[in-house]
């Protein structure tokens, strides 16, 4: 299986699972605390992890 970034997001898995519509985002607004790596300067919004919830 090869990964290519645009056609295998993970929003678009997501989408692609749940009935259309139905996913509700949890803390989509939320932002890294590390401070390791100057990440304190970088705005990170979601930090990389989709959470919520949708029909099946």
Do not use: H
Not at 1 to 27: K, P
Not at 28 to 49: C, I, M, W, Y
């Amino acid at each position: 299986m090869s990964y290519n970034a645009t056609e295998n997001s993970a929003s678009r898995r997501i989408a692609t699972l749940l009935d259309e519509g139905s996913f509700v985002e949890i803390g989509g607004a939320v932002t890294a605390r590390s401070t390791d790596f100057n990440l304190q300067e970088k705005e990170t919004p979601s930090d990389g992890v989709i959470t919520g919830y949708g029909v099946i």
